[in-house]
């Protein structure tokens, strides 16, 4: 089946430091989106990439799709300790198939 | 306009019993989807209802059963509860179109013992 693998699984940055965060996919996606979910909290919808090779930007993250639409980064610039939390890629296939495979995250902590 | 919704917000119970989560999607959506998030990992897909209907299963057992109800909201159903079950469930709600973003619930925190 489709496996979403995610790396690092933890980083621990300086306040300031900048920070990337990479996803690959066994298979052609549809679509990636990207979710930060804080401590004790629940997964929170940050952007959605569709196109290949599409870049967007939220202000200090920037997300890519890879060419192939079978890879992806999140990189934040000048970290900040409310960036902490653990960022999950998710895909849907190409197929149709609506369901999210969800990488197994990244967990970023700031030092202040 | 209030968000994905999910009730209780905590549970425990003992292995072999039965548990029933419930979701009430965000406003205008009519797909609900489940996740099971165990500690340390990324939510895994359980299913997916629209229409009343389960529309796509992920890899879990039949223990795992839901419905959806003509108002949009669901419920997961798990029987004969395992340790191994003890997880977050979180509920997602989405417009049934092609590239739809999932909006997620608080979850459900479930611990069997």
């Known amino acids: 089946g489709q496996q979403v693998m995610q790396i690092p699984q933890y980083q621990h940055v300086q306040e300031g430091e900048d920070f990337t965060t990479y996803c690959n996919s066994s298979t052609t996606l549809s679509n990636i989106q990207w979710y930060k979910q804080r401590p004790g909290g629940h997964p929170v919808f940050l952007i959605q990439?569709?196109?290949?090779?599409e870049v967007k930007k939220q202000k200090r993250l920037t997300f890519q799709f890879g060419e192939a639409k079978k890879n992806s980064s999140l990189h934040i610039t000048a970290t900040q300790t409310t960036d902490v939390g653990t960022y999950f890629c998710?895909?849907?296939?190409?197929?149709?198939?609506?369901?999210?495979?969800f990488g197994s995250g990244t967990r970023l902590q700031v030092q202040p | 306009d209030a968000g994905v919704t999910q009730s209780p917000t905590h549970l425990i119970k003992t292995r072999g019993q039965q548990v029933t989560l419930r979701c009430s999607p965000k406003?205008?959506?009519?797909?609900v989807s489940w996740y099971q998030q165990a500690l340390g990992q990324g939510p895994q897909f359980i299913f997916q209802?629209?229409?009343?209907?389960?529309?796509q299963r992920g890899n879990f057992p039949d223990r795992f059963s839901g419905h959806q109800f003509p108002n949009y909201s669901s419920e997961l159903n798990v029987n004969a509860l395992l340790l191994g079950d003890s997880a977050l469930y979180l509920c997602a709600s989405s417009v049934r179109v092609v590239r739809e973003t999932q909006y997620f619930g608080p979850g459900t925190r479930l611990l069997v013992l």
């Open positions: 209802y629209y229409e009343e209907e389960e529309r």
């Open positions: 998710a895909g849907t296939m190409d197929t149709g198939r609506r369901a999210l495979t």
């Open positions: 990439l569709v196109k290949s090779g």
């Open positions: 406003s205008g959506h009519d797909t």
